[in-house]
């Protein structure tokens, strides 16, 4: 057995997290750096370090799941977002909402804002979804610096976040309140259902090519009949049709 095999047969057992559905260059390039960070010399010796240091192990996920995120990112496709929203609030109440691998929160707070001034009030639910649990306590504490709120424009910010210390912006508490996280693995874990808006934004990509189309089909079954799938501005569905899915937006797909 390689060593990469045997790293990723443990580390599954050690944090539930199936490596081999991921690109495994990107993911030995990350072990790589990772290693040479921590001073080991060889990956069974970092095996070893993550099998007795729980911090560390932690750091590792962190570092192999790519947590890179930000406010309406690409914002762009939020305006067409916006237009799909606005769209099903005049049919259908309520609106059900899910941010799949939401990373550390700024897609969840985008969406319940833009759920937020578009939809009626109180018709819309919002899910939060994320494999890492690290991440998702930076989401549920809601508090961000400077540099991570710089994609929300300035009429904006301060209807969202209540400035704490002078770097520190804190997603103000009604808004808060509206996201459910929860941690959620898509390659395990069962999906939610009824859902009419799924973003799975820039996590796909990370995957090997069959685990993709597992993910696909598993969110196309997550969705209502009219459900919308937001995408990652790098990838696509290739033949969207054999999913019941028709692609409406380059990055937006409805299911049949
Ligand atoms: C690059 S971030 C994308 C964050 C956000 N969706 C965006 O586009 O800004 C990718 C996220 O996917 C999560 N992820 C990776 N594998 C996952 C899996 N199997 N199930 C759920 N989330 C996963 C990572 O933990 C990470 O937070």
């Avoid at 570092?63 to 049919?91: A, C, S």
């Avoid at 400077?146 to 400035?163: E, I, S, W």
């Amino acid at each position: 057995m390689t060593d990469f095999k045997q790293f990723t047969e443990r580390f599954k057992m050690l944090t539930g997290i199936d490596l081999e559905h991921y690109n495994k260059n990107q993911i030995q390039r990350r072990l790589n750096v990772f290693r040479q960070k921590y001073q080991f010399h060889t990956l069974p010796d970092l095996l070893a370090g993550i099998e007795k240091n729980a911090a560390l192990r932690q750091e590792c996920i962190r570092r192999l799941t790519i947590n890179v995120t930000g406010f309406f990112r690409d914002p762009e496709h939020w305006q067409v977002l916006k237009n799909y929203l606005r769209e099903m609030g005049k049919y259908q109440v309520p609106v059900r909402l899910w941010s799949a691998g939401c990373a550390t929160g700024e897609e969840a707070y985008s969406l319940a804002w833009l759920a937020m001034t578009t939809l009626p009030k109180n018709t819309w639910e919002l899910l939060a979804s994320d494999l890492d649990a690290d991440v998702l306590n930076t989401a549920r504490a809601g508090v961000y610096t400077a540099k991570a709120v710089k994609g929300v424009d300035a009429k904006t910010l301060p209807l969202m976040f209540q400035r704490t210390g002078s770097d520190l912006y804190s997603v103000k508490p009604h808004i808060r309140e509206r996201v459910r996280f929860f941690r959620h693995d898509l390659l395990r874990d069962q999906y939610p259902f009824h859902v009419d808006v799924i973003l799975c934004r820039n996590v796909l990509i990370y995957f090997i090519e069959k685990t993709k189309k597992k993910v696909i089909s598993n969110l196309v079954q997550a969705l209502n009949p009219g459900g919308i799938l937001f995408l990652g501005s790098s990838e696509q569905i290739i033949g969207p049709d054999k999913y019941g899915l028709v692609n409406e937006n380059v990055f937006f797909y409805r299911k049949k």
